[in-house]
């Protein structure tokens, strides 16, 4: 069992992601007066086998967290993951990792509304259950087991409140759908584009120096424009592109709450906006008619591993999909697997590809997808990805097992710390030792070279922060 105090301090915030993919124009920080009237919230005292995480949190700050956001002082965030507490000098970037609950909390009660309905008098007591709410349905967190620190003084009260908050919400929390409140829209003419503004409920809305630009090829007729009453931009000419021109829009406007946050370093923490604010924002599009026509292309994060699918409704002589990967810390595109086309066809195909066993971090995916001529195109996904970190320490059985010479062993660390992987034989006696060094929380995987031990059967012992797993193995030679 971890004991653990949740710290709150700086943050770097950076737009969000929705159905195109934004970037790094925004930025922010936690309010560091902790004793500002801005933050909302309680103490709480939360038990190790209350939730997923498997930690034990005492004084664990439970509320709203005011950021000062685009020069937009006191923007309220909620913490949208229990297991991975926020630090102080963490960096902030959007992420695909958000659940509909939150995305429906956060646009439903305290800060984003006030007044309703069986809302807490004091805007503390309300902004901690709605915390505990977001926790319940992210990490499964037990409501009735937290308590608040220094004597639970109205802790039945905010507890019966935060369920009230998870009941409603499973009635409801598929009821609102964030909007795209900046879009490019195909014009009259297909080498056209106008932009349109809306806000949050749908409204259209002017919005002046939205900024454009095109990479990969081809130019714009402006790289600037304004939309009016009708939210909608004059159209804009492009010249010259390639099929793999990609334009990009960028506008001051609305981002609605739910929008969701991940940390850059290796705890990989989450925050949720808590209320709609006006932020910069970008959207980017692929350009171009390409010889595959894609209805959809999503990711879907599964533990270690993340869920490709993708959609054509028609193809013109199409070979192959290859599947690229990168990562954020990096420029260059991996190719990680492929996937056979199903060369010309006006009927609509489904595809899928899972990358698998993948360490904690932010990727992007796209489809090189190839005709048997050899010409090529490409379609991005239009969101990042987040493998966060595991929320209990495993020892992974080896693969392969039995094995001969080698095999890879996999462990997940939920936090940091000082660990030891050694393997013993039948009698007791340390053979190897694989790691003994400190390891960021995440996961991990070690190869074992038994080339010079004899068949039989061996133990790995996995030691990490008091814990201690063990797993057999067979080596056969």
């Known amino acids: 069992m971890k004991k653990s105090f949740l710290l709150l301090a700086v943050l770097f915030l950076v737009t969000v992601t929705n159905s195109y993919s934004q970037y790094g124009h925004s930025r922010g920080r936690v309010n560091s007066d902790f004793n500002s009237s801005a933050w909302k919230g309680r103490f709480t005292n939360i038990p190790a086998n209350a939730s997923f995480c498997d930690q034990e949190f005492t004084q664990a700050y439970t509320g709203a967290i005011p950021c000062n956001l685009d020069s937009v002082p006191n923007t309220p965030f909620y913490c949208l993951d229990l297991c991975a507490p926020l630090s102080l000098g963490d960096s902030i970037r959007d992420s695909a990792s958000t659940i509909p609950e939150a995305i429906y909390i956060t646009n439903t009660y305290y800060p984003s509304h006030t007044g309703y309905a069986g809302e807490l008098p004091d805007p503390r007591d309300e902004a901690c259950a709605v915390q505990m709410a977001i926790w319940h349905f992210r990490n499964a967190l037990v409501i009735n ?17 935060a369920q009230t908050i998870v009941d409603e919400t499973i009635a409801n929390g598929f009821s609102y759908f964030p909007i795209q409140t900046l879009q490019i829209m195909p014009a009259e003419n297909p080498n056209n584009f106008y932009i349109r503004t809306i806000d949050t409920a749908g409204n259209p809305v002017a919005v002046n120096d939205i900024m454009l630009s ?24 492009v010249n010259g592109f390639y099929h793999y021109s990609v334009v990009e829009a960028t506008a001051r406007v609305q981002v609605p709450g739910g929008t969701t946050y991940s940390g850059l370093n290796e705890t990989l923490q989450l925050v949720v906006l808590g209320k709609t604010t006006t932020a ?19 990711a879907s994060p599964n533990n270690r591993d993340i869920n490709l ?42 595809y899928t590809f899972y990358d698998r066993n993948l360490a904690s971090g932010i990727y992007t995916y796209r489809l090189k997808q190839t005709d048997f001529n050899g010409n090529f195109e490409y379609h991005n996904l239009n969101e990042e990805v987040t493998i966060g970190v595991p929320v209990i320490l495993q020892l992974i059985q080896n693969y392969p097992n039995p094995f001969n010479p080698s095999t890879t062993i996999n462990f997940d660390l939920p936090v940091a710390g000082i660990i030891t992987l050694k393997v013993f034989n039948t009698s007791g006696k340390e053979v190897a030792t694989l790691v003994n060094e400190a390891r960021s929380a995440g996961y991990h995987s ?25 797993m057999k193995m067979a080596l056969v030679k």
């Open 446 to 470: 070690v190869n074992f070279d038994a080339s010079n031990l004899s068949s039989g059967v061996y133990y790995c012992r996995l030691e990490a922060n008091g814990f201690s797993k063990v």
């Open 214 to 237: 095109i990479t990969g090829g081809g130019s714009l007729s402006t790289e600037t424009v304004n939309t009016d009453h009708t939210g909608n931009s004059p159209v804009v000419i």
């Open 145 to 161: 087991s937290v308590t608040m620190h220094g004597g639970d003084v109205g802790g039945a009260t905010i507890r019966a409140r």
């Open 280 to 298: 910069l924002k970008t959207v980017f599009l692929t350009w171009g008619t390409l010889p595959v026509e894609l209805s959809s292309f999503t």
């Open 309 to 350: 699918n993708w959609s054509t409704l028609t193809e013109i002589n199409n070979s192959e999909f290859d599947i690229e990967r990168k990562t954020f810390t990096t420029d260059n595109w991996k190719k990680v697997g492929s996937v056979a086309g199903n060369g010309t066809s006006n009927v609509p195909h489904n």
